[in-house]
């Protein structure tokens, strides 16, 4: 039975290309930004949400971790989206005549080389699929966007030139948000535990928090730092571990854990992605 799966940005963005591949039963809802998409997940307006975390060339997606704990939203899966960059122009525009590419401020970078060589401007957007559309519409064959093959084919552009991005293994990580937990298990590739937590202000609090892991053979594949409520003092993580809470290492480790935390908040209990072991392998 189909429902709706919000994601930030416009229609042929990278959000809409995630929702296409991992969940192709549910109707894209386009959403202005990640506080929107969860919201319309939280109000019921969608069943799912798409939350891009991060990038494989430029890190974490700026905010979404302190959107996250206070969402009221669990994590159910992960998805991989490898990030292709194409110039996309009007109907029958030359490449030739393209003196500026629009994009948003993360992608201009990523085909900086092709940019160059070709003497072609970047111009900044707010997001890639915006700037296919205005590009669109604006009809001028000196202005292109760089943006999704999907884009292309919804805003009936051409696609000058494909797969132009400087790094040949560019990927974006989203995850997928509910309004209730799923803790089976599930997936060919394991189990994976995300959880946000607060150390006590003791000293070595962190270091000894993180030995339960290590002695217990936990692999931590992902332990980031902000700040709480802009206070240098008041320090959260976002941690993401290998393996289910009931796994009995698991548990032992998490045990350890609460001892030298004042908070601990489960985020999510979700299958590792395919894409997740090939990158391993």
């Given amino acids: 039975m189909g429902g709706q799966?919000?994601?930030?940005?416009?229609?042929?963005?990278?959000?809409?290309?995630?929702?296409?591949?991992a969940r192709p039963t549910l109707t894209p809802l386009p959403c202005a930004t990640f506080e929107d998409a969860i919201e319309a997940v939280r109000k019921g307006e969608a069943d799912l949400g798409m939350i891009a975390?991060?990038?494989?060339?430029?890190?974490?997606?700026?905010?979404?971790?302190?959107?996250?704990?206070?969402?009221?939203?669990?994590?159910?899966?992960?998805?991989?989206?490898?990030?292709h960059v194409n110039?996309?122009?009007?109907?029958?525009?030359p490449l030739a005549g393209v003196t500026e590419a629009h994009g948003h401020v993360v992608i201009l970078p990523q085909a900086a080389g092709f940019l160059r060589a070709h003497n072609i401007r970047g111009v900044v957007s707010t997001d890639n699929a915006r700037a296919a559309r205005e590009v669109a519409q604006a009809g001028d064959p000196a202005r292109a966007a760089l943006a999704s093959e999907l884009a292309a084919s919804i805003y009936g552009l051409d696609i000058l030139a494909r797969h132009i991005e400087d790094q040949q293994n560019n990927t974006t990580r989203f995850i997928v948000m509910a309004r209730e937990p799923d803790y089976k298990r599930r997936?060919?590739?394991?189990?994976?535990?995300?959880?946000?937590?607060?150390?006590?202000?003791?000293?070595?609090?962190?270091?000894?928090?993180?030995?339960?892991?290590?002695?217990?053979?936990?692999n931590m594949t992902k332990l980031e730092s902000y700040m709480v409520g802009g206070q240098f003092t008041a320090t959260q993580?976002?941690?993401?571990?290998?393996?289910?809470?009931?796994?009995?290492?698991?548990?032992?480790?998490?045990e350890e854990l609460d001892y030298f935390t004042d908070m601990i908040k489960l985020m999510g209990v979700y299958p590792a992605a395919p894409r997740r072991h090939d990158r391993a392998s």
């Fill in 5 to 21: 799966i919000a994601f930030q940005g416009e229609l042929g963005a990278y959000g809409h290309q995630a929702c296409i591949e």
């Fill in 53 to 83: 975390v991060e990038n494989s060339t430029y890190g974490r997606v700026a905010d979404v971790h302190h959107l996250l704990p206070d969402s009221g939203l669990h994590i159910v899966d992960e998805t991989f989206v490898r990030v």
């Fill in 87 to 93: 110039l996309l122009g009007i109907k029958g525009a």
């Fill in 187 to 218: 997936g060919k590739f394991g189990m994976m535990t995300s959880f946000v937590f607060r150390v006590r202000n003791i000293p070595a609090a962190l270091y000894k928090a993180m030995g339960g892991f290590a002695t217990n053979g936990v």
């Fill in 237 to 254: 993580f976002f941690a993401e571990i290998e393996g289910h809470p009931d796994d009995r290492n698991v548990a032992l480790a998490l």
